[in-house]
């Protein structure tokens, strides 16, 4: 099972929107509903964001956002903020089995 | 609270056995799996497997099927993570995580385990 394809970086000031996308396969991303984000900030474990494509858990900003296209997952970020600043992972169900992501480094100018 | 407590920073030897562990409290144990991701140093996210506490049924991911042992005991709360002959390849952090049943996400995950293989 292949990890699933996210850019290596993204950036953008405060205030901005940033879209990070996650490619899998009909086997992944495409054949469930079931796609989690995850935050995690250095040294500290990661903390999940969005988990069924699309839902927020308690607690987490609603400029975090979660959308799904085919085989292809995408987590946006609006109204960048200087503690956004992570990496962001993604997450899928494959069958008894999850897949992560390659892992994005979001930084804020 | 909801919270998983895994034990502390272990270093061996290549070829040594080890077994880590997950403490789950604050909810029923049994209600969700429990699953453990490596990160390798500076490196991503990787899903090892997941066991059903209650029954102790267990999935892996095939780069570790064979490699490594999920084991739980439901009367304690806790799960386990098993070598029998570590190499220095498998020097990561370990963490466990609750999987959601019905949506599949990591929504508590515990501090981390850090394991060092080294001669």
């Known amino acids: 099972q292949s990890a699933l394809t996210q850019p290596r970086s993204v950036s953008g000031s405060p205030g901005q929107s940033v879209t990070i996308s996650c490619t899998g396969t009909s086997s992944d991303v495409d054949g469930y509903k079931y796609v989690s984000w995850y935050q995690q900030n250095a040294g500290k474990a990661p903390k999940v964001m969005i988990f069924d494509v699309n839902k927020r858990p308690s607690g987490v900003p609603d400029r975090f956002s979660g959308s799904r296209s085919g085989n292809t997952a995408s987590l946006t970020i609006s109204g960048l903020q200087a503690e956004d600043e992570a990496d962001y992972y993604c997450c899928s169900y494959a069958g008894s089995r999850g897949v992560f992501g390659t892992g994005t480094k979001v930084t804020v100018l | 609270e909801v919270q998983l407590v895994q034990s502390g920073a272990e270093v061996k030897k290549p070829g040594e056995s080890l077994r880590i562990s997950c403490k789950g409290s604050?909810?029923?144990?049994?209600?969700?799996?429990i699953s453990w991701v490596r990160q390798m140093p500076g490196k991503g996210l990787d899903w090892m497997g997941r066991i059903d506490p209650t029954d102790s049924y267990t999935n892996y991911s095939p780069s570790f099927q064979g490699h490594v042992t999920i084991s739980a005991d439901k009367s304690i709360s806790t799960v386990y993570l098993q070598w029998r002959s570590l190499k220095a390849s498998d020097t990561a952090m370990y963490y466990c995580?609750?999987?959601?049943?019905?949506?599949?996400?990591?929504?508590?995950w515990g501090q981390g385990t850090t394991v060092t293989v080294s001669s």
């Open positions: 995580a609750r999987l959601k049943r019905g949506h599949y996400d990591l929504d508590v």
């Open positions: 604050g909810y029923s144990f049994t209600n969700d799996w």
